[in-house]
């Protein structure tokens, strides 16, 4: 159930008051978990000044201040010693420090999988270190950014003791993205990247200034949600608020359709990275448009995966369409066409029409058969239709369903 925005300051006030007698980390955390107050936005477009000024409202209503990015700083209001050590160590919590060690072991994974010969790598708002040391302990080459340059001075002193190589930029998000003269193979964001305001304009910094053609961007430990109530916003957990109200840190969260939507937008390809169960949640990999991926690992806005029949636990076959179905256009992005490689799994020919922008391409496909299709897509919705055929009557394998041609991989590109 959700509240309106009056009941909601409201409750976020009692919540600090009720936190403001906490003794102990255990109990504050006790209280983190027990509380959160989801509310609605008033504003509508996700997109619109009107909505970007709503939410600049609320954190002003939480915090008692006008946003700005020197709100994050934070080295500064830690005692020398206490910051020497560091978050989670400080925490003495086993719980809180094994769920932080999950998250470098997350990463490391999901950037040894992308398979990078000689991989160069930035990470935005690198804080204590924790992850940006072990990478460079592991000899990759990493460059570490944040505003905050007592975070940086830490962790180049840790990097000094242990003769580890590493550079360091200071500089809030888009101003680093902007005047950059490298480009890395990956881009990563852990627990950082809802801290910028402008986060799309940050997206299109990276795409154009930052990132190799070929590179991606990774997200660790962002909240990025299914069921958020509105499509981006101040988070209303308990902890969340914690950090706005008494840090003044800008707390976002991002609803899952409406991050797919944007990073097609942005021209990036959105996929899931494995979770690691009890410790910490998904991650994600948002890779360039113009490279193929495999469409089984598109994680594509509801309303459009729902058109899709998925295959299951047969990897590499892709999605199969039905009689309809439909994808985003690319209309406002920076892309205009869509290239698919569909093939036929079925037992006699199949034809499929994909219609786009004031354009439709059709195709006869032959059984086992695999065919590149390009339509432009600079449009609100691209409609793909097929012919269609029952497995079981063709195999004898019990798939009841009607399935038209399988989409096996997808780019974008001008």
């Not at 990132?211 to 909240?223: K, M, R, V």
């Not at 494995?274 to 509801?302: H, M, Q, T």
């Amino acid at each position: 159930m959700t509240i309106n925005m009056q009941e909601f300051i409201e409750a976020a006030e009692s919540f600090k008051n009720k936190l403001d007698k906490a003794v102990s980390f255990d109990e504050i955390l006790a209280i983190w978990r027990s509380n959160e107050f989801p509310y609605k936005m008033n504003s509508r477009d996700p997109f619109s000044s009107e909505y970007r000024n709503e939410v600049k409202e609320i954190y002003k209503n939480l915090s008692s201040l006008d946003y700005d990015t020197q709100n994050e700083l934070t080295s500064s209001k830690q005692s020398f010693e206490q910051f020497e050590i560091g978050s989670p160590w400080t925490s003495k919590n086993l719980d809180v420090i094994s769920k932080e060690l999950a998250k470098v072991s997350q990463a490391m994974l999901a950037i040894h999988r992308l398979n990078v010969k000689y991989c160069k790598i930035i990470g935005f708002g690198s804080g204590w270190g924790n992850l940006a040391v072990p990478l460079a302990r592991s000899g990759l080459d990493i460059t570490i950014a944040d505003i905050d340059q007592g975070f940086l001075d830490r962790t180049l002193r840790i990097c000094q003791r242990e003769n580890l190589s590493i550079a360091a930029i200071q500089g809030d998000f888009l101003e680093i993205a902007s005047r950059s003269a490298i480009r890395y193979d990956v881009v990563l964001f852990q627990a950082s990247f809802h801290h910028c305001f402008e986060f799309d304009n940050l997206l299109d910094l990276i795409r154009d200034n930052l990132l190799t053609d070929y590179g991606s961007i990774l997200f660790f430990s962002e909240p990025i949600y299914k069921n958020l109530p509105f499509p981006w916003g101040l988070r209303y957990d308990g902890e969340s608020l914690w950090a706005i109200m008494c840090n003044k840190w800008l707390e976002l969260g991002f609803q899952e359709d409406f991050f797919a939507k944007l990073m097609i937008l942005k021209g990036f390809f959105l996929s899931k990275i494995d979770e690691i169960s009890g410790y910490i949640g998904e991650g994600w990999s948002a890779k360039r448009g113009i490279e193929f991926l495999n469409f089984d690992d598109w994680v594509l806005p509801s309303k459009y995966d729902e058109t899709f029949y998925s295959a299951g636990n047969l990897g590499g076959y892709g999605r199969f369409s039905k009689d309809t179905s439909s994808l985003p256009g690319l209309k406002g992005g920076n892309l205009k066409y869509y290239e698919f490689e569909i093939q036929n799994y079925g037992s006699s020919p199949l034809k499929i029409s994909i219609s786009g922008d004031q354009s439709e391409i059709s195709a006869n496909v032959s059984p086992n058969e695999t065919h590149i299709i390009k339509v432009r897509a600079d449009c609100d919705e691209v409609t793909l239709r097929s012919d269609v055929y029952i497995p079981h009557m063709c195999f004898g394998n019990g798939d009841n369903r009607q399935l038209g041609l399988a989409i096996k991989r997808i780019r974008m590109f001008n």
